[in-house]
């Protein structure tokens, strides 16, 4: 399947912090999501990026489709506990998304 | 339920054994697809269902992994002569259509330990 590189692999963060996650591809993609796994879940869909430069929010959660249609970065302002979790990016042409490996995000109260 | 549910949420087995994993998806989503994470890995697609059409198998790891889709509702992931590297969770996931664009809803998946 297609590879996607996202980084970091994991972080602490301070309550309050912003954070930055980032996905990068060797292929295109004509979609790009972001997903949050909590323990013992599936994965939740947070945003959905359709258009390349494309910017758009979700409460603290901002993310951006890259112009070159390969990459695509999340941020997440002023984070609070229940931020833990793995955030996953996902690719998505046609019905087929491949999937990072995942950023486990932990929250230093 | 509303959600996707899946069946067992744990299962221990034996290597050698077969097992089955169950998936009912959201009632009126015609497309299903089957998932496997690994620790620590991102989500590796096994297999896509979508209405009448022939599944896309091509993520399959092995001739012991199948799946069936009954009635255009619920399906089953059978894995034969297990392995220890079978061990994984197994999500199902499924969407209203194959538009490309689709929210995909994921159950809780299957914990599958090959001991």
């Known amino acids: 399947g297609q590879q996607l590189n996202q980084s970091p692999q994991s972080m602490f963060i301070q309550e309050g912090e912003d954070v930055s996650m980032n996905c990068t591809s060797s292929s295109i993609f004509n979609t790009w999501l972001w997903y949050k796994q909590d323990p013992g879940e599936g994965p939740v869909l947070l945003i959905a990026l359709y258009k390349a430069g494309e910017l758009t929010s979700n409460g603290r959660l901002t993310a951006q489709f890259g112009i070159t249609r390969k990459d695509s970065f999340l941020n997440i302002s002023a984070s609070i506990p229940s931020d833990v979790g793995i955030y996953f990016c996902?690719?998505?042409?046609?019905?087929?998304?491949?999937f990072g490996a995942g950023t486990t995000v932990t929250v230093r109260a | 339920g509303a959600g996707v549910s899946q069946s067992p949420s744990n299962k221990v087995t034996e290597k050698g054994k077969d097992v089955e994993l169950r998936c009912d998806p959201i009632s009126g989503h015609t497309a299903l697809y089957w998932y496997r994470q690994s620790l620590g890995q991102g989500l590796e697609f096994l297999i896509y269902?979508?209405?009448?059409?022939?599944?896309?198998k091509s993520g399959l790891p092995s001739d012991r992994f199948s799946a069936e889709r009954t009635g255009g509702s619920v399906s089953t992931l059978t894995i034969q002569r297990t392995q220890q590297e079978d061990s994984a969770v197994y999500l199902c996931?499924?969407?209203?259509?194959?538009?490309?664009?689709?929210?995909?809803?994921f159950g809780s998946g299957t914990q599958l330990s090959v001991l």
């Open positions: 996931a499924s969407s209203l259509a194959r538009t490309g664009s689709e929210k995909l809803f």
């Open positions: 996902a690719g998505q042409n046609d019905y087929k998304l491949s």
């Open positions: 269902f979508q209405g009448n059409s022939a599944p896309d």
